[in-house]
């Protein structure tokens, strides 16, 4: 028996039925080609299915309170109106938008080969499933209830319904996939909010108010509804600001803030990642402290010489050490499966913790630095635990403008704090405190010379414009700016116990410092009174009263006005006293 054609006027399934096998078939395509080991490749899947399945599930609120919650009023067969009523009870779209949101975290976190092929395969047969019972569904609501539609409905009420069905369809797919691509540009922005979908467990209602207040998009077909026009036009005052406007009210929030305000808007996500928001990192206080404020804080600096900061024993070093490395390799195990036992140790809590900090600040460096770290001025990141070489290396070398930074009581070494000087970078720095870094050598103060002692100039000459080098001093009587492209003022290298007379002689080099004011070199066993003398001959701003060295070192500079060894009472500082 041929199928009943009916007239497209009153065909309440016909125009989003060919939209939702488009979108299906689209799915099923994509993930057919998907490398889920690819972490670009697979978040571009799940963000595209985010897309596809909340379309379906609106899909389904729709029909239920447009079509089958009017239909149900109708019919007098009990029996009928309950399969009318429970018509997408068993659907897999939840399923799969619970998968989609688990996957994100996969994507982000890199987990193991074998969690992304688990992964995987769930999410295969959950599509496959899905596509099994979804063809047959709708050809069984085409060819069952549009029949009892008819019976039971006029011509213009069905026109009604058509219209309002498709207008709401229509509003969804455009609004919604706007809104969804402003969420994928902010996604990862910090680490300390998940991606969010907006499967939420609100009623259909409330659904279905939610997608008309999204902002307008041109829509493919005419709504005759005044009111929902109204609706789709209207938008947050907020999103309405100036930009200017906007930017100067985003400089009052915090940095937890700001990444909540970031994943709003497209327009607020690239407002929020503005420069001038991010001139100072505190990621130490913000991640491991749990202070989300920027600025100088008032309080105490808990990071001094008495804070173990990444630092034990050697022994206690390494343990940790390879501790950090098996924790890494677990890093990416879901949430639920880090709480499946009541029976919790404190080091296993700890090692959680620690995890997810960890992480933050890797999310720090991949997603907010390459935005911001241009203009970077201010980096702390003293006593922060078991920081790595290659995440300083990455963080330094996305901040070449820095003038304050602090590395103290930390396990960074010459290869990580290479990052600084990479592309022209470190040669703003004002303040420097490496105190406590007991692995850096005299190469990082051969580096941190020439990073501050070179530049180039530009000179106009008869053949046309050519750039030499100079330093900081060779020419000092013929070009006093050179004194002011040296701009360091604060240097610790308190318990750097393997600086040596080599290092000290490459700061004396490129003109030396001659803007400094406070060097402090306590605990510094292998520099003499020579060294000493070499480079305070080159510093003539220096301050006497904040000038330290270790109280063994006879014949030094300024005796009668220099202070001594900082480090007597430090019990993570390297002391020549305590050697004794």
């Not at 069905?165 to 609004?175: G, I, K, M, R, T």
């Not at 970077?376 to 070398?397: E, M, T, Y």
Request: charge should be negative; glycine fraction near 6%; include cysteine.
């Amino acid at each position: 028996m041929a199928a009943v054609v009916y007239s497209d006027e009153v065909d309440v399934f016909k125009i989003p039925h060919i939209r939702m096998k488009q979108i299906v078939c689209e799915a099923t395509e994509k993930i057919s080609t998907t490398n889920f080991q690819d972490n670009s490749s697979l978040y571009g899947l799940l963000s595209r299915f985010n897309n596809i399945f909340q379309e379906l599930k609106h899909h389904e609120e729709v029909e239920n309170k447009c079509i089958m919650g009017k239909l149900q009023l109708r019919l007098t067969n009990d029996q009928i109106a309950a399969i009318v009523k429970d018509i997408h009870k068993h659907s897999h779209v939840r399923e799969i938008l619970f998968l989609i949101k688990r996957g994100f975290k996969t994507a982000k976190r890199k987990k193991t080969l074998l969690n992304v092929l688990n992964y995987e395969s769930k999410l295969r047969r959950a599509v496959n499933e899905f596509e099994k019972d979804f063809f047959p569904h709708m050809r069984h609501e085409e060819e069952v209830f549009q029949p009892l539609l008819m019976e039971h409905f006029s011509y213009e009420e069905l026109k009604i319904i058509k219209e309002k069905v498709v207008n709401l369809h229509v509003a969804f797919s455009e609004s919604h996939s706007s809104a969804l691509s402003h969420e994928t540009d902010n996604n990862n922005f910090c680490s300390e909010y998940e991606w969010s979908s907006s499967d939420s467990e609100s009623g259909d209602n409330e659904t279905l108010v939610d997608v008309a207040q999204t902002p307008e998009r041109p829509l493919a077909v005419p709504c005759s509804s005044q009111k929902t026009k109204t609706q789709l036009k209207s938008q947050p005052i907020l999103l309405k600001f100036p930009p200017e406007v906007t930017l100067k009210i985003f400089s009052y929030l915090n940095p937890k803030d700001l990444c909540r305000a970031a994943q709003v808007s497209k327009s607020w996500s690239t407002l929020a990642r503005d420069g001038q928001l991010w001139k100072e990192l505190y990621p130490v206080r913000w991640i491991f402290q749990n202070d989300w404020r920027f600025g100088v804080v008032n309080e105490e600096d808990p990071c001094d010489c008495n804070c173990p900061g990444s630092f034990g024993t050697l022994e206690e070093d390494i343990e940790r050490l390879l501790q950090l490395r098996s924790s890494y390799a677990d890093v990416d195990a879901d949430v639920d499966e880090s709480y499946d036992s009541d029976e919790d140790t404190d080091g296993t809590s700890r090692t959680r913790t620690m995890r997810s900090q960890l992480g933050r600040m890797l999310d720090m460096a991949k997603n907010l630095l390459p935005y911001v770290g241009k203009n970077v001025q201010v980096l702390s990141l003293g006593c922060c635990p078991l920081l790595s070489n290659g995440l300083v290396f990455k963080i330094l070398s996305l901040c070449p403008k820095l003038e304050h930074l602090n590395l103290a009581q930390t396990t960074v070494t010459d290869s990580g704090i290479k990052g600084l000087f990479r592309k022209g970078g470190g040669s703003k720095l004002k303040v420097l405190d490496l105190s406590g870094c007991k692995l850096l050598t005299d190469k990082t103060l051969n580096k941190l010379s020439s990073s501050l002692g070179q530049y180039t100039s530009k000179t106009d000459i008869e053949e046309g414009v050519h750039e030499y080098t100079l330093t900081c001093g060779c020419m000092a009587d013929y070009y006093p700016s050179n004194i002011s492209r040296c701009s360091l003022q604060f240097l610790s290298l308190s318990g750097c116990y393997q600086i040596t007379d080599a290092g000290l002689m490459s700061l004396a080099s490129f003109g030396g410092l001659p803007n400094l004011q406070y060097l402090d070199l306590s605990g510094c066993l292998n520099v003499t009174a020579e060294g000493l003398l070499n480079l305070v001959s080159v510093c003539p701003s220096l301050d006497h009263a904040q000038f330290f060295y270790c109280d063994n070192i006879y014949e030094g500079p300024y005796p009668d006005t220099a202070s001594g060894c900082q480090n007597l009472e430090c019990t993570n500082r390297v002391c020549c006293r305590l050697a004794e």
